[in-house]
């Protein structure tokens, strides 16, 4: 499987003289990690992560891309998908510009860590339980805790969601789409005056996702599986009714490697 069988023609990009503000209001509109930043020729210079664009406020409103521009590697249509993946786990990055050839950076499209998972091998997946792969240390937000510092720990960590616990028990998940979509993170990020009282809103007022789960003697087959039947990004891996851990798609990616 090449990247030309997978990858996004026509994406979302930002030139570099374009202003932060903008490129933050293009990936939180239309929730994506990051964008391709390209020059006035249309060559690509790099991306511009969520986790740059997002923290920095809308009154900075002189500041363009050029100064937030992340290196990545670019590739091919012809580059081989899952070479593709181990440069995006490698350069710790969701997505890569994929370019005319190694002489023309002109930019054709982008590839995602997203579309490397929708198209793994079913019968190259390794037999392996989750818990021998999952990240033990997990990231947690709790309920009576006010949204905006839920966001800054998911800006800090550059993760789209957390589980919510109460009493040490998982009881759901709070992405990064359920605050964006509230508008309760442009309040917070856009606005330097203090806090008022609706900033610091519980965050379970806004928990609308549902916190998928396994056990731990899951395999990694049915979380690839449970992940792509509900289009998400993680599972927790539950136990007794705690969380032992959790998984991603990159954790999934990094297994299938072999890696």
């Given at each position: 499987?090449?990247?030309?069988?997978?990858?996004?023609?026509?994406?979302?990009?930002?030139?570099?003289?374009?202003?932060?503000?903008?490129?933050?209001?293009?990936?939180?509109?239309?929730?994506?990690?990051?964008?391709?930043?390209v020059d006035s020729r249309g060559q690509v210079l790099g991306v511009i992560t969520?986790?740059?664009?997002?923290?920095?406020?809308s009154t900075k409103s002189n500041v363009t891309v050029s100064g937030f521009i992340a290196k990545v590697p670019t590739v091919t249509g012809d580059t081989d998908a899952l070479d593709a993946a181990r440069i995006m786990l490698n350069e710790k990055s969701n997505l890569l510009p994929?370019?005319?050839?190694?002489?023309?950076?002109?930019?054709?499209?982008?590839?995602?860590?997203?579309?490397?998972f929708k198209h793994l091998d079913n019968s190259k997946v390794p037999r392996k339980q989750i818990s021998e792969i999952m990240t033990k240390k997990v990231?947690?937000?709790?309920?009576?805790?006010?949204?905006?510092?839920?966001?800054?720990?998911?800006?800090?960590?550059?993760?789209?969601?957390?589980?919510?616990v109460r009493d040490d028990k998982p009881i759901g998940i709070i992405t990064r789409f359920d605050i964006l979509k509230r508008g309760w993170a442009r309040i917070s990020k856009e606005?330097?005056?203090?806090?008022?009282?609706?900033?610091?809103?519980?965050?379970?007022?806004?928990?609308?996702?549902?916190?998928?789960?396994?056990?731990?003697?899951?395999?990694?087959?049915?979380?690839?599986?449970?992940m792509l039947k509900h289009d998400v990004g993680r599972v927790s891996v539950v136990d007794e009714g705690r969380i032992m851990g959790i998984v991603d798609r990159s954790d999934l990616i990094r297994c299938y490697l072999g890696e």
């Amino acid at each position: 499987m090449l990247v030309e069988d997978i990858f996004s023609r026509d994406p979302l990009y930002v030139e570099d003289s374009t202003y932060l503000t903008k490129a933050r209001q293009l990936i939180r509109d239309n929730h994506v990690r990051g964008l391709p930043v390209v020059d006035s020729r249309g060559q690509v210079l790099g991306v511009i992560t969520s986790q740059d664009a997002l923290r920095v406020t809308s009154t900075k409103s002189n500041v363009t891309v050029s100064g937030f521009i992340a290196k990545v590697p670019t590739v091919t249509g012809d580059t081989d998908a899952l070479d593709a993946a181990r440069i995006m786990l490698n350069e710790k990055s969701n997505l890569l510009p994929v370019v005319e050839s190694r002489d023309d950076k002109t930019l054709r499209g982008v590839v995602t860590i997203i579309d490397i998972f929708k198209h793994l091998d079913n019968s190259k997946v390794p037999r392996k339980q989750i818990s021998e792969i999952m990240t033990k240390k997990v990231v947690t937000a709790r309920p009576d805790e006010p949204v905006t510092k839920v966001w800054e720990r998911m800006l800090i960590h550059d993760y789209t969601g957390l589980p919510m616990v109460r009493d040490d028990k998982p009881i759901g998940i709070i992405t990064r789409f359920d605050i964006l979509k509230r508008g309760w993170a442009r309040i917070s990020k856009e606005s330097e005056t203090r806090p008022t009282e609706s900033m610091q809103l519980p965050a379970e007022k806004l928990m609308s996702s549902p916190l998928y789960s396994l056990k731990p003697t899951a395999s990694v087959a049915d979380a690839i599986e449970l992940m792509l039947k509900h289009d998400v990004g993680r599972v927790s891996v539950v136990d007794e009714g705690r969380i032992m851990g959790i998984v991603d798609r990159s954790d999934l990616i990094r297994c299938y490697l072999g890696e």
